[in-house]
T-cell receptor, first 112, second 114 residues
């Protein structure tokens, strides 16, 4: 079945360093969503990418969708302690079902 | 605050018991999803309902069942509980049934089976 693989599983950075997490699918995705879960919290929607090669920015966060729509990345520039949490990518199975396959997530720790 | 409410927040029960988790979606959202999150399995999709009807099913055990009521709230029933069922259970809602709709997660119910 379709799987969404996410790497790395853990990332520890010092405040001010950059951070990137990668998401890869075995099949073409119609869209990909990114969520953030703070420690002790629930996943919160960050963004959705739909178009091949799409790049979207939210302040220090840059999201990319690959040309083949099989991979995506989230890059955070100059991390802050508020960036701590687990970042998940999620891709659908088919275009009509609402089911999302979530990656295992990348747990980001930021040292002050 | 996502607008999705879940009760109870915490639940401690014994093996073999049955529990019911409740979820109220965001106002206007027709689709409800249930997820199980455990340390070793990540965020696992269990089931989706749309406007009262089952829409998609994931790796939901036969001991688990769910339903969505006419007022759109949903309940997840877990029976014959085992130690391995201990996890965080999230409900999420979205405006419609398709995968292009963002999902809003509730705060979760932490289930501990002893």
């Amino acid at each position: 079945g379709q799987q969404v693989m996410q790497i790395p599983q853990y990332q520890h950075v010092q405040e001010g360093e950059d951070f990137t997490t990668y998401c890869n699918s075995s099949t073409t995705l119609s869209n990909i969503q990114w969520y953030k879960q703070r420690p002790g919290g629930h996943p919160v929607f960050l963004i959705q990418l739909v178009k091949s090669g799409e790049v979207k920015k939210q302040k220090r966060l840059t999201f990319q969708f690959g040309e083949a729509k099989k991979n995506s990345s989230l890059h955070i520039t100059a991390t802050q302690t508020t960036d701590v949490g687990t970042y998940f990518c999620a891709g659908p199975r088919g275009s009509t079902l609402g089911r999302l396959y979530f990656g295992r997530g990348t747990q980001l720790t930021v040292w002050p | 605050d996502s607008g999705v409410t879940q009760t109870p927040k915490h639940l401690i029960t014994a093996t073999g018991q049955r529990v019911t988790l409740r979820c109220s979606p965001r106002s206007g959202d027709l689709s409800v999803y249930w997820y199980q999150q455990s340390l070793d399995q990540g965020l696992q999709f269990l089931i989706q309902y749309y406007n009262g009807e089952e829409r998609a099913k994931g790796n939901i055990l036969e001991r688990f069942s769910a339903q969505q009521f006419p007022d759109l709230h949903s309940e997840l029933n877990l029976s014959s509980l085992e130690l391995g069922d201990s996890a965080l259970y999230f409900c999420a809602s979205s405006a419609s049934a398709g995968s292009s709709y963002e999902q809003y997660f509730g705060p979760g119910t932490r289930l501990t089976v002893t």
